[in-house]
C-alpha cells in the first residue's frame, strides 16, 4: 500500500507562473521530508527538505509547506522556469533511514 | 568531485544469472542506500546500511543481498536473477539520519 502519494502524474504551467506540487502521506509518524527533482536518464537531486517541527521552508524560488492535520505538503516554485521542467518526488520518513517516495509529478514548463 | 558512482550503467542477464552492483561514494558519508524504480512505482528501498559493518532490509528486500565492504562502498547482489527485477537501480548515501540523500546517476538492468 502507498504510504506517500502523488495523484496528479503531470503539470504544465507558464513559464514565471506558479508550480503547485501536491504529496500526501497516510503514516502519521512520519516527520521528516523531501522533494527531489529527475531529469531523464540521471539521478534524483535534492531540492528542499521540512521537518514536522515546521509547517513552511523556503530556498531560492522553492518553498514547501506542510499541513500535519491534513498529512499534506506542496512544493512551490516560483516564478516557473522551462529548466524547471522534471519528474518531482517527494518522500517521507519516520525512521530517518527508511524513506518512502512518491510516484513523482511531471512538470512541464511552457515557455 | 564524483560524489556517488555506480557501475555498471547498463545490464542485460538472462533469468538465473547473477551479477553485483557496485556502489562508491567519496563523501564520507555514513548512510547508504540501495532503490529501485519501476514504471508508476516511484522509488522503493531494497536494504541500506546506516553505518559501516550494518545492513538492514528496506521495502523490497527479496531477490537481494548486500555488502557494506567499507564506508565508501554499498554493492547489491542478485543472486538468481528474475524477469521481475527489471528495473532502474539507483544508489544513495547520505551524512546523517534523517537527511539529504545524494543519489548515483543508476543501473538499468534487464532480465530476459
Known amino acids: ?111 | 568531485n564524483a560524489g556517488v558512482t555506480q557501475t555498471p550503467k547498463f545490464q542485460v542477464l538472462k533469468t538465473g544469472q547473477s551479477m553485483t552492483l557496485q556502489c562508491a561514494q567519496d563523501m564520507n558519508h555514513n548512510s547508504m542506500y540501495w532503490y529501485r524504480q519501476d514504471p508508476g512505482m516511484g522509488l522503493r528501498l531494497i536494504y541500506y546500511s546506516a553505518s559501516e559493518g550494518t545492513t538492514d532490509k528496506g521495502e523490497v528486500p527479496n531477490g537481494y543481498n548486500v555488502s557494506r565492504l567499507n564506508k565508501r562502498e554499498f554493492s547489491l547482489r542478485l543472486e538468481s536473477a528474475a524477469p521481475s527485477q527489471t528495473s532502474v537501480y539507483f544508489c544513495a548515501s547520505s551524512e546523517q539520519a534523517p537527511g539529504e540523500l545524494f543519489f548515483g546517476e543508476g543501473s538499468r538492468l534487464t532480465v530476459l
Open chain 1, 1 to 111: 500500500d502507498q504510504q506517500v502519494k502523488q495523484n496528479s502524474p503531470s503539470l504544465s504551467v507558464q513559464e514565471g507562473r506558479i508550480s503547485i506540487l501536491n504529496c500526501d502521506y497516510t503514516n502519521s509518524m512520519f516527520d521528516y521530508f523531501l522533494w527531489y527533482k529527475k531529469y531523464p536518464a540521471e539521478g534524483p537531486t535534492f531540492l528542499i527538505s521540512i521537518s514536522s517541527i515546521k509547517d513552511k521552508n523556503e530556498d531560492g524560488r522553492f518553498t514547501v509547506f506542510l499541513n500535519k492535520s491534513a498529512k499534506h505538503l506542496s512544493l512551490h516554485i516560483v516564478p516557473s522556469q522551462p529548466g524547471d521542467s522534471a519528474v518531482y518526488f517527494c518522500a517521507a520518513s519516520a525512521t530517518g533511514n527508511q524513506f518512502y517516495f512518491g510516484t513523482g509529478t511531471s512538470l512541464t514548463v511552457i515557455p
